[in-house]
């Protein structure tokens, strides 16, 4: 057997513990690492289920818009029968036409009977010569009937 001395012992149990204490450092990288990759993976996929949300939120909302302009644009390029129109029908297609200059119109034919000529639009209560002039091309012919049939 060979004698190893006090010195010597210290010196192989402080390596010995040096390594192991290197063993356990390298391990607790390790996971620290391996935490650190977690944590960024579930910041990944909540960034991303928020941008899906986010871009869906978007197409909804340009949806809506579209279609709200798209009314808009076919209330205002369709001819509005002056003779049969509703109230909330002339007031959304006719410009400087609110709802109570609508139901004057609608007051208006019903005592008079048909309109038969654009220009009769003039003698309702609220509407003018510029209120007809801007609508003019918003109306569709009118039927030449007279007022006695």
């Not at 959304?92 to 048909?114: F, H, M, N, P, W």
Request: with cysteine; hydrophobic share 40%.
């Amino acid at each position: 057997m060979v004698k190893v001395s006090d010195a010597e012992d210290k010196r192989m149990i402080k390596q010995l513990l040096r390594e192991k204490e290197e063993q356990e450092q390298g391990q607790g990288q390790e996971q620290e690492q391996e935490s650190w990759l977690r944590f960024t993976r579930q910041c990944l996929c909540f960034l991303a289920l928020l941008s899906l949300f986010y871009s869906q939120f978007a197409f909804v909302v340009f949806a809506q818009e579209q279609d709200s302009q798209t009314t808009a644009m076919l209330a205002q390029e369709a001819l509005i029968d002056l003779n049969s129109a509703d109230a909330q029908t002339l007031a959304a297609a006719l410009s400087g036409v609110g709802l109570v200059k609508a139901q004057e119109i609608i007051r208006y034919r019903e005592t008079y009977g048909d309109f038969v000529a654009f220009e009769e639009l003039a003698e309702v209560k609220g509407i003018g010569q510029t209120i007809l002039e801007r609508n003019r091309h918003r109306l569709q012919p009118l039927r030449k009937v007279s007022k006695n049939e």
